[in-house]
T-cell receptor, first 115, second 113 residues
Framework: EAAVTQSPRSKVAVTGGKVTLSCHQT?????MYWYRQDTGHGLRLIHY???????EKGDIPDGYKASRPSQENFSLILELASLSQTAVYFC??????????????FGSGTRLLVI | GEKVEQHQSTLSVREGDSAVINCTYT??????FPWYKQEAGKSLHFVID?????DRKQSQRLTVLLDKKAKRFSLHITATQPEDSAIYFC????????????FGSGTQLTVMP
């Protein structure tokens, strides 16, 4: 079954440390996205990618880097984790740009706690 | 860019009653409006969507209404059940740049027995 798999499911990181969140999709989708979820803010886009070896900034990219080494894999990197980056992070994939993205598929999320 | 506002952060209804969740958007060019459901501690799952070429879409107990003139869309759930309790997110496709989904802030629906 096509899916988006995130790892780890949860993580505790220390302030100033490096954190890498991983995402793998078997949907054969071109687009992949990283969102963060904070209470009362819905989901906000951090980075996205529409092709391997290329990433784009979303609405809140500061403090985050992204890497798309292949169509299936998309990572989110926090080089210097900060307390404000405590959140739940969701990866998603979709097949095409433009209208009618009813195949947007979300991973199960990564709960990150920065202490 | 597109902004989506979801006006109720919480909504409580009695089992069997109807629930209505409202959203507004800013980009007149937006053409696709999905809704997602998030149960406690879980990921988001697609529930229903509507495209801008129609103003109403129904799927079983769910109906989405779209008013393009007012830039408003709403999710109607009839005959609510306890398992409908969840956070519901509305979203719109941003029509330029990344074609990303822009989300509302979510509505916590509680269906009381």
């Amino acid at each position: 079954e096509a899916a988006v798999t995130q790892s780890p499911r949860s993580k505790v990181a220390v302030t100033g440390g490096k954190v890498t969140l991983s995402c793998h999709q078997t949907n054969n989708h071109d687009y992949m996205y990283w969102y963060r979820q904070d209470t009362g803010h819905g989901l906000r886009l951090i980075h996205y990618s529409y092709v391997a070896d290329s990433t784009e900034k979303g609405d809140i990219p500061d403090g985050y880097k992204a890497s798309r080494p292949s169509q299936e894999n998309f990572s989110l990197i926090l080089e210097l984790a900060s307390l404000s980056q405590t959140a739940v992070y969701f990866c998603a994939s979709s097949s095409t740009s433009g209208d009618a993205n009813s195949d947007y598929t979300f991973g199960s999320g990564t709960r990150l706690l920065v202490i | 860019g597109e902004k989506v506002e979801q006006h109720q952060s919480t909504l409580s209804v009695r089992e069997g009653d109807s629930a209505v969740i409202n959203c507004t958007y800013t980009d007149t060019a937006s053409s696709y409006f999905p809704w997602y459901k998030q149960e406690a501690g879980k990921s988001l799952h697609f529930v229903i969507d509507i495209r801008s070429n129609v103003d109403r879409k129904q799927s079983q107990r769910l109906t989405v209404l779209l008013d393009k003139k007012a830039k408003r869309f709403s999710l109607h759930i009839t005959a609510t059940q306890p398992e409908d309790s969840a956070i519901y997110f509305c979203a719109a496709i941003q029509s330029s740049g990344s074609w990303q989904l822009i989300f509302g802030s979510g509505t916590q629906l509680t269906v009381m027995p």
